[in-house]
T-cell receptor
Framework: GDSVTQMEGPVTLSEEAFLTINCTYTATGYPSLFWYVQYPGEGLQLLLKATKADDKGSNKGFEATYRKETTSFHLEKGSVQVSDSAVYFCALSPSYNQGGKLIFGQGTELSVKP | GAGVSQSPRYKVAKRGQDVALRCDPISGHVSLFWYQQALGQGPEFLTYFQNEAQLDKSGLPSDRFFAERPEGSVSTLKIQRTQQEDSAVYLC????????????FGDGTRLSIL
């Protein structure tokens, strides 16, 4: 079945460092891809999305490109801030499921130190 | 505007008891989803409604789990004869329609079974 695999955390970075969180997926057809973020004490929030191959999603300085050839959707940010500390979830919505249910990775915790 | 509201925020029950978890979606959102999130894991899909119709219940782990949305707005997830492995955070999400519309998540109900 469809699945998402993320790099294990926790990831600890210093402020202004470059961030990459790897995400790969297994799916039939052309799923939509998402990154959700969960800040401490808060609910899941959509960070960015991409709905077709080669699309780039971006928001708040974060970017991810839908790579069909490598089945990847890696999250990047050029310069992280302490306020970016959170748990990040990669997710897909299967193309065969028009309802739009999400299949999540296990999450990657990011801790940014001043 | 108001987001997705879930109640209660915390629920403690003894093994064997029945519990009911409530979700108030964003007004006008057609689609409603329930997910189960175990500690340290990503959310796992349970069931999906489009208006009052339950179109996908493939993720419900057993026949002890039952969800309803009788008037196409508020939804209730009921767990009968609870067991310890039911302990988790239960998340509700809503969206305007199906994919690829983003899902808006509530803060969840943390269920602990003693």
């Amino acid at each position: 079945g469809d699945s998402v695999t993320q790099m294990e955390g926790p990831v600890t970075l210093s402020e202004e460092a470059f961030l990459t969180i790897n995400c790969t997926y297994t799916a039939t057809g052309y799923p939509s891809l998402f990154w959700y973020v969960q800040y401490p004490g808060e609910g899941l929030q959509l960070l960015l999305k991409a709905t077709k191959a080669d699309d780039k999603g971006s928001n708040k300085g974060f970017e991810a490109t839908y790579r069909k050839e490598t089945t990847s959707f890696h999250l990047e940010k050029g310069s992280v801030q302490v306020s970016d500390s959170a748990v990040y979830f990669c997710a897909l919505s299967p193309s065969y499921n028009q309802g739009g249910k999400l299949i999540f990775g296990q999450g990657t915790e990011l801790s940014v130190k001043p | 505007g108001a987001g997705v509201s879930q109640s209660p925020r915390y629920k403690v029950a003894k093994r064997g008891q029945d519990v009911a978890l409530r979700c108030d979606p964003i007004s006008g959102h057609v689609s409603l989803f329930w997910y189960q999130q175990a500690l340290g894991q990503g959310p796992e899909f349970l069931t999906y409604f489009q208006n009052e119709a339950q179109l996908d219940k493939s993720g419900l782990p057993s026949d002890r789990f039952f969800a309803e949305r009788p008037e196409g707005s508020v939804s209730t997830l009921k767990i009968q004869r609870t067991q310890q492995e039911d302990s988790a955070v239960y998340l509700c999400a809503s969206s305007l329609t199906g994919q690829p519309q983003p899902q808006h998540f509530g803060d969840g109900t943390r269920l602990s079974i003693l």
